[in-house]
């Protein structure tokens, strides 16, 4: 402004005769072109090369400068230090060639990224081409480097020009699976490479390189018969092999390993699919760790190498235990023996920290191809299975590895009880991070009791864990959900990362139950397809598959005595039994007697219940059931064994002890007892019909009526229609309140009495197809109307192991937390229904996605978690977990994001500003679809600067302190509940947003003009997101108290108080449809 002030002055004094004297002083100074030659040449250092080029045609003596600094400029990047870019676009052959002339001394040229190159230079058409670059570059005679990341181009500068080195990482851009055939290289022996990471490229051998120092190969297909023989890298510090397509042959891999040997400084060794030749690396060690083979690794990882052997790696680690870092076991190694070979060495291992057991690479886990598909395109046969690694092995892991802090395990079925894993010589002291992926068979409460018990435990990482036992277990008797069966013990680890998510998914818990009229109308539909084929889920079975699947799962040590006596329950296990012979009363006197005790127990172990099963026995009781209708058995006789005990002490027998509730038809339910047991891990299953015994006692079922009970089943509709319930049916059921005795034992109800019900029999529960399907007692008389076979829509899963379409309850299992250093926890795909926070004093954060059935938060004590991410979980009860947090004592500023599946309304968020919470209060409506962050994560930059100037306030102003009791919220029973509402709404990146708050300060600061300290180098303001401090230069409280004085004198006059704490609940709706939107960011 002084030089202004001068020019004006002059011209009151001379007039208008000087008006060219006082335009050309009062222009604005030029100080850029005062500057000399040098000092231009040093400001161009830090500026891009593309903004260097554009100064030549701004003046002339910026133009000499920029020529002048090309003359003498060393090192150009054409990315301007950003590798991953690709350079400035619009060069041509005849434009580069130019540029690098003016740059004579040039010795190392970065980022030299093309993004399209053609092979050959086209006749009367400007282009860029490979012919064209090397022609440039070889017009610098001083040309030391070159960084790029073309494949064709570096091959041709490795041919034309090989004094060039390639600096930094040479990263080929264009890599995929399958690999394309067009991506090719071939790899020179004296290349000047120090840095080669070839992804989807197809290469005929790896030769003797004496500068490479880091060899990464991932999809790369290597064409020659023998790629290895000439391999040999000195300077090798880290070779990684991952999923390549080389020689199916073992022995071709030997010059691998022993050229591996010869790098005496290699330092990271990652090998997956590598077909090596088991005991190969054991041999290799022997002969070289005494010159320093491996001596000097800090990362080991095997994964799916499908020759390896324990002594492979053991001789390894054993080798490289000085320095050892990091291992990732493949889950064919992790197992007991080796961890206790390891201790047997009495090694130590001073430099260790992380521990990865069941390793499986992350392109196996997310590849959407089959196991023959990726044989197909070249790579190695191999199929992971399960690690099988115990408890007793993770407790020897901490006695080896002492100081581990990093702890992760992928899929290991049989880990049961990690509270059993710390003992005296193991105590996990230093361990800080730990995550479980798939652990199916891991009890929560021992989980629970193991995180109290590690003293440094920091963060906790659950994926796929704890899972929800299937909707219908507790009907049809399985022991699902304990990890044992073939979901977790059987099935190989490719392609199984969303095994949790919709499970279940059309037979909600969340949804109300039917009425019971169209239910039991439902049942009469279903009744009268009794002549149809048999339909389980509304498929038709299949014979000879079922009775195949039954054969497979269920070879016990039981398999030869007599069938009668197999698999009887044990009352003291509280488990039912798996199969029943002959009848219900023969099986119930069998499981009296202690001699059978051996062989149910080995039974129960052996054999594993799966929804085949249960389909097959279902039909075979059906079968039989039709055989056996015409041999004249009277209902009489039914009754007979429906009722054990004429005495009404029923309560003595096995049934009555685990629960079971016996049916006509000899089909057994089982009852709460059996229910409640079956999720510590029995064996729970269906006892279906008599008719598996032999055939002499198929052929005495007429004169045993007592013990074979038979009864029509669609015989015709007459005799349909004589049927009546029985009343071991109704009122056996333990769930109904029946007539009692003193000593409060049921009494056996009569046929009377349960026939005279026949017209209005109402089940407490509503029965299930597969009762129906099986059971001799009709809901309805099949002549009420006519018989049509319809396909039914099937109510559940495959998975549930029942066409039950009845709701269930979600399994409650709760995860309780308690530890003195636990920062955060992070639950994906996770089955628990409660998360509680015991005592927590160092917890921070909470993040839950695609967690099914979590319903509930309870936080007992963890005063300073402020951040709260709930996305996907489809069954959030999102009022309690609100009320639990804001209940919470405001010690922290808290932001709680949530991806709702289903509507959320606004007169849902307003009750939230009603309730007793001392907080400003913010609820952000975001509506974009794929989901932006954008708002997300600036709103945590500046909330607590909105808090922080409430507390300046009132700790140094004396400013009036705001209180919302439950006595404050009483006062306030309408609009605004006595706080000052208000909303803001925009668009980001097209979406919309609202947002319903109380926070002061906030509209002043938005409406508020750029101050002095306003920063533009960064990218937001209000038309991109709901408030930029930094583009206003709001960067501190102290600095917004400037600007917001006028705001906090009326707040002062009008006694308005403040809250010290503010808390933002962020809604996101792009999940409200109900279908959970894909998202990179949770």
């Known amino acids: 402004m002084g030089p202004r002030k001068k020019s004006n002055k002059f011209h009151a004094l001379v007039g208008s005769s000087g008006e060219d004297l006082v335009q050309r002083l009062s222009e604005p100074k030029d ?65 580069f060639l130019l540029l690098l002339k003016k740059m004579p001394d040039l010795e190392q040229l970065y980022g030299l990224h093309p993004r399209y190159l053609e092979r050959r230079r086209i006749r009367g058409f400007e282009a860029f081409s490979i012919p064209g670059v090397l022609e440039a570059l070889q017009a610098c005679p001083n040309l030391l480097g070159v960084e790029t990341s073309h494949l064709e181009l570096v091959e041709a500068i490795w041919n034309y020009m090989p004094q060039v080195h390639i600096l930094g990482k040479f990263r080929n851009r264009n890599g995929a699976f399958p690999i394309p055939a067009e991506n090719k290289l071939t790899v020179p022996i004296n290349a000047k490479i120090q840095t080669l990471h070839l992804v989807g490229v197809n290469v005929p051998e790896i030769p003797c390189v004496s500068m490479l120092r880091h060899l990464y190969l991932k999809w790369v297909r290597l064409t020659k018969p023998q790629p290895f023989k000439d391999f040999l890298c000195v300077s090798l510090r880290t070779f990684v092999m991952r999923n390549c397509a080389g020689p199916t042959n073992s022995l071709k891999y030997v010059p691998l390993i022993t050229g591996l040997a010869s790098a005496r400084n290699l330092e990271q060794l990652e090998l997956v699919r590598v077909p090596f030749l088991g005991g190969l690396i054991q041999h290799v060690v022997e002969d070289s760790w005494r010159s320093g083979g491996f001596r000097n690794l800090h990362t080991i990882a095997f994964g799916a190498c499908k020759n390896a052997l324990e002594v492979d790696l053991g001789y390894l680690i054993i080798t490289a235990a000085r320095r050892l870092h990091e291992l990732r076991i493949q889950p064919s190694l992790t197992k007991d023996g080796v961890f206790s070979a390891l201790k047997m060495a009495e090694l130590e291992f001073p430099q260790f920290e992380t521990l990865h057991l069941g390793y499986v690479d992350e392109f196996l886990l997310q590849c959407k191809m089959s196991h023959s598909e990726l044989v197909k395109y070249g790579l190695a046969d191999v199929i992971e299975n399960p690690g099988i690694i115990t408890d007793i092995g993770i407790k020897v892991v901490n006695e080896v590895f002492t100081n581990i802090k990093y702890l992760l395990i992928y899929n290991c079925p049989h880990l049961h009880n990690p509270h059993h894993w710390i003992t005296d010589q193991s105590r996990w002291s230093r361990l800080v991070d730990l995550t479980l992926v798939r652990c199916h068979a891991i009890k929560l409460e021992s989980f629970s009791q193991f995180v109290e018990l590690l003293p440094s435990l920091e963060f906790i990482c659950l994926d796929q864990m704890f899972r929800e036992p299937p909707k219908g277990c507790a009907r049809v008797g399985l022991s699902a959900g304990t990890g044992i069966g073939v979901s977790s013990a059987l099935v190989s680890n490719q392609n199984s990362n969303n095994d949790n998510e919709d499970h279940h998914h059309h037979n909600e818990p969340n949804m109300p139950p039917p009425p019971i009229n169209n239910i039991n109308n439902q049942r009469r539909r279903q009744q009268q397809q009794h002549d149809a084929p048999a339909e389980v889920n509304g498929v038709e079975e299949e014979d000879e598959e079922d009775e195949d699947e039954v054969k497979m799962f269920c070879i016990s040590p039981c398999e030869t005595q007599p069938i009668t006596n197999r698999c009887v329950s044990s009352p003291g296990k509280g488990k039912t039994p798996l199969r029943r012979g002959n009848s219900v009363a023969i099986s119930m006197a069998v499981a009296d007697q202690p001699k059978t005790h051996a062989a149910e127990n080995s039974c129960e172990k052996s054999c594993q219940v799966t929804s085949e099963q249960i389909k097959a026995d279902m039909k075979a009781a059906t079968e039989s059931s039709r055989r056996s209708s015409g041999k004249g058995t009277t209902t009489e006789a039914v009754e007979a064994a429906a009722r054990p005990g004429a005495s009404g002490t029923s309560e003595d027998t096995p049934a009555s002890r685990t629960g079971v509730r016996t049916m006509t038809g000899s089909l057994v339910r089982v009852g709460p007892a059996g229910a409640t047991s079956g999720h510590a891990g029995g064996c729970r299953s269906v006892v279906m019909d008599a008719t598996h015994g032999t055939a002499p006692d198929r052929a005495a079922s007429g004169r045993e009526g007592a013990e074979r009970p038979s009864v029509p089943l669609s015989s015709g509709p007459a005799s349909v229609d004589r049927v009546e319930p029985r009343g071991g049916a109704v009122k056996n059921d333990p769930r109904r309140p029946g007539p009692q005795t003193a000593q409060g034992k049921r009494q056996p109800s009569s046929a009377a009495s349960s026939g005279s019900q026949q017209e209005n029999f109402v089940p407490r529960r509503p029965l299930t197809r597969s009762c129906t399907r099986t059971s001799s007692v009709p809901l309805v008389s099949e002549t009420a109307r006519p018989r049509m076979a319809v396909r039914r829509k099937r109510m559940a899963d495959k998975s549930t192991s029942t066409s039950d ?134 709103i945590r930059s500046w909330m607590d600067t909105i808090a922080n100037i409430s507390q300046e306030l009132i700790k140094y102003e004396f400013f009036p302190e705001a209180t919302r009791t439950e006595e404050d919220v009483k006062k306030f029973p309408r609009y605004p509940w006595g706080r000052d509402i208000y909303t803001l709404e925009g668009l980001v990146d097209g979406a919309p947003y609202s947002m319903i708050t109380d926070f002061p300060w906030l509209r002043t600061l938005r409406a508020a003009d750029p101050n002095g300290y306003s920063r533009y180098d960064f990218e937001d303001d209000e038309s991109t997101t709901i408030y930029a401090p930094r583009r206003k230069g709001q960067l501190s409280a102290d600095i917004c108290m400037e600007t917001i004085g006028e705001e906090i004198s009326e707040r002062r006059q009008s006694k308005r108080g403040v809250f010290q704490r503010v808390v933002v609940l962020f809604l996101h709706h792009c999940d409200t449809p109900g279908e959970p939107v894909d998202d990179d960011y949770i």
């Open 31 to 95: 100080y850029i072109n005062e500057l000399s030659h040098e000092v231009l040449c040093h400001i161009f250092r830090y500026l891009p090369m593309k903004d260097i080029m554009c100064m030549e045609c701004l003046s002339r003596k910026l133009r000499e400068a920029v020529t002048l600094y090309l003359r003498v400029v060393k090192v150009v990047d054409l990315c301007a230090g950003h590798w991953w870019e690709y350079m400035p676009s619009g060069f041509t052959d005849s434009s």
């Open 805 to 938: 379409p009845v709701t269930e309850d979600d399994h409650v299992q709760i995860l309780s937390l308690k530890s003195k250093n636990l920062v955060g926890i992070t639950l994906t795909n996770c089955g628990i229904t409660d998360l509680v926070l015991k005592d927590c004093p160092k917890m921070m954060f909470i993040h839950a996605t695609r967690c099914r059935v979590l319903k509930h938060l309870r936080v007992e004590s963890a005063p300073i978690v402020n951040r709260f991410d709930y996305a996907q979980c489809k069954k959030l009860d999102m009022e309690q977990v609100l009320d639990q947090i804001l209940r919470m004592p405001p010690e922290r500023n808290r932001i709680i994001y949530m991806r709702p599946m289903h509507q959320v309304g606004d007169l849902w968020s307003l009750e939230i500003l009603t309730g007793p919470y001392p907080y400003h209060i913010a609820i952000v409506h975001e509506f974009s679809n794929p989901p932006n962050i954008r708002n997300k994560v600036r």
